[in-house]
């Protein structure tokens, strides 16, 4: 009993903090922050969560119920969360519906269900650079049977990368597409310097292994000093089925000072849709920035995939703008918010929410993209008076939101 008095103290000593920590906080009265609505329906707000930081009282969450500090949640709620899946409402409701399936699968990006199946794969690696041992996992779940298939395979070519990242998955009968980045780990031409990959690898479930490895898009640097790179730009739901891949193109002009240093004179950004089947890409016209040093004013640009259209938004100090493109008809519509470049922006659906500051208050605004107009406006208030109330808002810091299913 004596070896083990002093991990028994330590132990106490823990829950003790803890405990104290948590009494401590629960004593303390903090400020009551609270979405009220300005415009529209209730009910469009009621899955919202705004996250923010107090200056004063630290990180919290901000909903039209009201206000939950970091300080105020319990150790084991603090424990238990799972603060990556929180950010999608598909991964929620999976964790609710299919805990066994769930359970030890944390790559984001790395899940796929439609009516039949639900799936995910991903890829692991070990520690040493010289050999990562990469390791393909894929699971599949028939929703109708709850039968489960689960295998692994080695990525073919893995020496030749210095880490593999997880950025889509598609399934479409016996068939999985696994998108991934890939960082090499020298160019051919260039051997101290890293280029990225864009693969698809096309996984054959029934015989359980890869059966082809696509370089979809690669990074590259052309002899007129332009540095080329792709994005994938993944969707809103991102579970969902999708026959194409939407990525953005990146065009760097750089060039070097007088000493000698690297610098960016312009940039420009293009967006495409990938078809998975007939490997053909088809650029989306209307959707095209370009930027350069001496411009007098850039552009606050974010694209997003979302209910089989993709979404720009372009905001400055005039408003911003919605642009809309229907990857079906090609159709291209827009409307305007009449407010100052936004804070934060989330697609979901055919829903936009976006987060503005106005004066001293930050403002969420909710618009239906099928109707183009924005169909509520909500503003966050907080229970003090006169120059606290306004110090108390000046404070408050909003970085991001989701909704909470």
């Given at each position: ?178 998108i991934t980045y890939n960082m090499n780990k020298a160019v051919a031409n260039d051997p101290n310097r890293q280029a990225q990959e864009i693969h698809d690898y096309t996984i ?144 979901y659906g055919d829903r936009l929410y976006m987060t503005s500051k106005d004066g001293d208050a930050m403002k969420l605004y909710i618009a239906d993209l099928k109707q183009g ?33």
């Amino acid at each position: 009993m004596k070896r083990y008095w002093f991990s028994i103290l330590l132990v106490v000593f823990i829950i003790g903090c803890v405990s104290t920590y948590y009494v401590s906080a629960a004593a303390r009265s903090f400020p009551e922050y609270k979405l009220l609505t300005v415009s529209g329906d209730d009910n469009e707000a009621k899955a919202v969560v705004l996250e923010a930081d107090s200056k004063k009282d630290g990180r919290l969450e901000i909903t039209a119920k009201g206000s939950l500090y970091f300080q105020e949640r319990s150790f084991f709620d603090s424990f238990l969360s799972n603060e990556m899946f929180k950010y999608s409402p598909e991964l929620q409701l999976m964790m609710k519906k299919h805990k066994n399936f769930m359970r030890g699968k944390k790559t984001y990006n790395g899940f796929y269900q439609d009516g039949q199946v639900l799936a995910y794969a991903d890829v692991k690696s070990g520690n040493d650079y010289n050999n990562r041992n990469y390791k393909l996992n894929v699971s599949v779940l028939d929703l109708k049977t709850k039968d489960k298939t689960s295998f692994t395979a080695a990525l073919p070519k893995q020496e030749l990368y210095s880490w593999v990242n997880t950025a889509d998955v598609q399934v479409k009968g016996q068939t999985l597409h696994l998108i991934t980045y890939n960082m090499n780990k020298a160019v051919a031409n260039d051997p101290n310097r890293q280029a990225q990959e864009i693969h698809d690898y096309t996984i054959d479930l029934s015989n359980k292994s890869i059966a082809d490895d696509r370089v979809l898009f690669a990074e590259e640097r052309t002899d007129d000093g332009k540095v080329i790179s792709y994005n994938i730009i993944p969707s809103s739901q991102i579970t969902a089925p999708s026959e194409s891949l939407v990525y953005q193109q990146t065009t760097l002009k750089v060039a070097k000072d007088k000493d000698g240093n690297e610098f960016t004179p312009s940039m420009e950004q293009v967006i495409y849709t990938y078809n998975l089947e007939t490997g053909k890409s088809q650029e989306v016209p209307a959707f095209k920035s370009h930027s350069s040093a001496d411009s007098a004013q850039s552009e606050a640009m974010q694209v997003f995939f979302s209910g089989g259209q993709i979404v720009e938004v372009r905001g400055d100090e005039a408003g911003t703008t919605i642009n809309l493109y229907g990857m079906k008809d090609q159709a291209i519509r827009n409307f305007t918010i009449p407010t100052g470049p936004a804070a934060n922006t989330l697609v979901y659906g055919d829903r936009l929410y976006m987060t503005s500051k106005d004066g001293d208050a930050m403002k969420l605004y909710i618009a239906d993209l099928k109707q183009g107009k924005v169909i509520y406006t909500g503003a966050i208030d907080i229970n003090e008076q006169s120059a606290k109330r306004t110090e108390l808002l000046k404070q408050l810091h909003v970085y991001s939101m989701y909704l909470a299913k």
